[in-house]
């Protein structure tokens, strides 16, 4: 286990620079001057090359982009250019809102995805598997934007059951979070739960015409039994898979979904400051989801070898 978490992560630090690389060219190449936007429509030609100096955006790129690195490399993030507090500061600020959000979608999804997917399997050409596969087609289909919208109508506007937006910590006031949480977390893990479900539902298929599972029957288990002790276990491996891909979806979900319910997270943060051309704290935002990304990729693998024994050898 130790060999497998330190060769995981050297293999994160080439991943790491790539995406530093790619997020630096596209940012430095993307039209627009955050010089401008920093300093004013109406500012002089001395101005904007001050600005730029004090950025340092008027040195080659090379150099820009070594110095950017050697900053990562102590630790800093930089500076926002429009609040001029570290990127790392702003960060830590927003994360909270972000981790309880994301948190909450992936239990509502794990609870409901994989029972849904599993029953359908049990149920294989019933009309129960043939409403959770058009569920999840649904689900998986619209986009996340429209789904929060259809929530907010329903049942903050029409219904009156919940706020519309904003967001209460759960350390503050636990009732009052979950009333603001259920909105925002049913619509960033329906598009997740779509796809959990899809995935438990093949691989239980392919697991239940196994030998085993016919051995199992045999013995006079009862299929309950069998299903939830004998076949789900090991039809676990792509479901783990697909759970550490779907962090990507709520990646981009917690962007979209936040922006939705006005959720002052670092979902957010990254929409404005992308709007202002922030480059320090876009570029902090990416390499943090990144990282967040590996890391989760590393508890994947290891995963795996707590689930499958087999994967030791």
Same mark, same amino acid.
């Given at each position: 286990?130790?060999? /497998?978490i330190?060769?995981r992560?050297?293999?994160?630090?080439?991943?790491?620079? +790539?995406?530093?690389?790619?997020?630096?060219?596209?940012?430095?190449?993307?039209p627009?001057?955050?010089?401008? =936007?920093?300093?004013?429509?109406?500012?002089?030609?001395e101005?904007?090359?001050?600005?730029?100096?004090?950025?340092? /955006?008027?040195?080659?790129?090379?150099?820009?982009?070594?110095?950017? /690195?050697?900053?990562?490399?102590?630790?800093?993030?930089?500076?926002?250019?429009?609040?001029?507090?570290?990127?790392?500061?702003?960060?830590?600020?927003?994360?909270?809102?972000?981790?309880?959000?994301?948190?909450? !979608?992936?239990? =509502?999804?794990?609870?409901?995805?994989?029972?849904?997917g599993?029953?359908?399997?049990?149920?294989?050409?019933?009309?129960i598997?043939?409403?959770?596969?058009?569920?999840?087609?649904?689900?998986?289909?619209?986009?996340?934007?429209?789904?929060?919208y259809?929530?907010?109508?329903?049942?903050?506007?029409?219904?009156?059951?919940?706020?519309?937006?904003?967001?209460?910590?759960?350390?503050?006031?636990?009732?009052?979070?979950?009333?603001?949480?259920?909105?925002p977390?049913?619509?960033?893990?329906?598009?997740?739960?779509?796809?959990?479900?899809?995935?438990?539902?093949?691989?239980?298929?392919?697991?239940?015409?196994?030998?085993?599972?016919?051995?199992?029957?045999?013995?006079?288990?009862?299929?309950?039994? +069998?299903?939830?002790?004998?076949?789900l276990?090991?039809?676990?491996?792509?479901i783990?898979?697909v759970?550490?891909?779907?962090?990507?979806?709520l990646?981009?979900?917690?962007?979209?979904?936040?922006?939705?319910?006005?959720?002052?997270?670092?979902?957010?943060?990254?929409?404005?400051?992308?709007? !202002?051309?922030?480059?320090?704290?876009?570029?902090?935002?990416?390499?943090?989801?990144?990282?967040?990304?590996?890391?989760?990729?590393?508890?994947?693998? =290891?995963?795996y070898?707590?689930?499958?024994?087999?994967i030791?050898?």
């Amino acid at each position: 286990m130790p060999r /497998l978490i330190a060769l995981r992560i050297a293999m994160a630090i080439p991943v790491m620079l +790539v995406v530093a690389t790619i997020v630096f060219l596209l940012l430095r190449l993307s039209p627009g001057d955050p010089a401008l =936007i920093l300093a004013g429509e109406t500012a002089g030609p001395e101005a904007l090359a001050r600005i730029r100096a004090e950025m340092g /955006l008027d040195q080659p790129l090379v150099v820009q982009y070594l110095a950017w /690195l050697g900053e990562i490399a102590r630790g800093h993030l930089g500076i926002s250019i429009l609040s001029k507090i570290p990127v790392l500061s702003l960060i830590f600020d927003r994360l909270e809102p972000t981790l309880v959000l994301a948190l909450s !979608a992936i239990v =509502i999804t794990v609870l409901v995805a994989v029972p849904l997917g599993a029953v359908a399997a049990w149920k294989h050409n019933s009309w129960i598997d043939r409403a959770v596969m058009m569920l999840s087609v649904v689900g998986f289909s619209v986009p996340g934007f429209v789904i929060g919208y259809i929530l907010i109508l329903l049942f903050s506007v029409k219904a009156d059951l919940f706020p519309v937006q904003g967001y209460v910590s759960p350390f503050e006031d636990p009732l009052d979070a979950l009333r603001h949480l259920a909105l925002p977390s049913v619509t960033l893990a329906l598009v997740f739960m779509a796809l959990i479900a899809r995935v438990t539902r093949s691989s239980l298929l392919e697991v239940l015409g196994e030998d085993f599972v016919r051995t199992a029957r045999a013995k006079g288990n009862v299929e309950r039994r +069998v299903l939830w002790r004998h076949a789900l276990p090991n039809a676990a491996v792509p479901i783990i898979t697909v759970i550490g891909l779907g962090i990507a979806l709520l990646i981009g979900g917690v962007v979209v979904t936040e922006s939705v319910f006005n959720i002052p997270g670092v979902g957010r943060l990254t929409i404005d400051a992308i709007l !202002a051309r922030d480059y320090p704290v876009v570029q902090g935002l990416i390499l943090f989801f990144a990282l967040i990304y590996v890391g989760v990729n590393l508890l994947i693998d =290891i995963a795996y070898v707590i689930v499958d024994p087999r994967i030791r050898y």
